[in-house]
C-alpha cells in the first residue's frame, strides 16, 4: 500500500469540514486536469515529494492534538488516488477523530471502500455529466463521479456537493442540465463556487 503522499498540511480550519473543528492533509496526486486547478503543484503524485511533509510527522503531530481537535479532512489533490487512503483514514479515526474526505470522485471503487470510514463527504461536481472529459481531460470521468456520487448517496451520510464555476467553461444552460441531473439524484442543496483567477508565476 505504501504511505501516503503528503503534498501539505494546514494543522486548523474551521471552513473544511462543517461543524468541527479541523486539520487538512492535502495528498498528492490528481487524475484529472482542469483548466481552473489552484492545486496544480499536486496534480503530479511525486512531484517535490521531498519538500512535502511526512506522513508519518502528520500522525505524530495529530496524536499530539486529540482532544484540541475534533476533525481531520483529506484534501487533494485526488485522496482517491492513493492506495494508502484507507489505512490513513483508518489510522486518523484510531486517534478518536471524524474524517472528512473532498473528492471529485475519480474512482467509484476505491470511494465505496472508504465511505464507512467517513464522518462528512464535500464532493465537487465539476460539468454535466457529458461534458466531464472536456474539462478534465480524462475519458470516463463523468461516469466516474456519477458512480461515486451515487455511492455516496447509499452511504447514507452528511455531505455538500459543490461545483466551481469557470464562466469559460460553464455557462447557464450546462448549469441547469447539472441542476435537473443532481434532482433527478435527490440533491436539493448545490453550493456553486466562483472559480478564482489562478495567480501568475513569478
Ligand atoms: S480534480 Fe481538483 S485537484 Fe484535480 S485537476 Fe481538477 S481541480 Fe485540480
Known sequence: ?????????????????????????????????????????????????????????????????????????FSGGEPLLQPALPEAVARVRGLGYAVGLHTGGSDPEAFRRVLPDLAWVGFDVKAPWERYDALTGAPGSGKAARRSLEHLLAEGIPFQVRTTV?????????????????????????TLQPARPIPARP
Not at 464562466?167 to 436539493?188: K, N, S
Open 166 to 190: 469557470d464562466p469559460t467553461f460553464l455557462q447557464e444552460p450546462d448549469l441547469q442540465r447539472m441542476r435537473a441531473a443532481l434532482t433527478e439524484l435527490g440533491i436539493r442543496d448545490w
Open 1 to 73: 500500500m505504501g504511505t501516503l503522499a503528503v503534498g501539505g498540511f494546514v494543522p486548523f480550519t474551521t471552513v473544511d469540514f462543517p461543524g468541527r473543528h479541523a486539520a487538512v492533509v492535502f495528498c498528492r496526486g490528481c487524475p484529472w486536469r482542469c483548466g481552473y486547478c489552484h492545486n496544480a503543484h499536486l496534480q503530479g503524485p511525486d512531484s517535490d515529494l521531498d519538500s512535502g511533509p511526512d506522513w508519518t510527522a502528520v500522525l505524530a503531530l495529530l496524536e499530539k492534538r486529540r482532544g484540541l481537535l475534533e476533525g481531520v479532512v
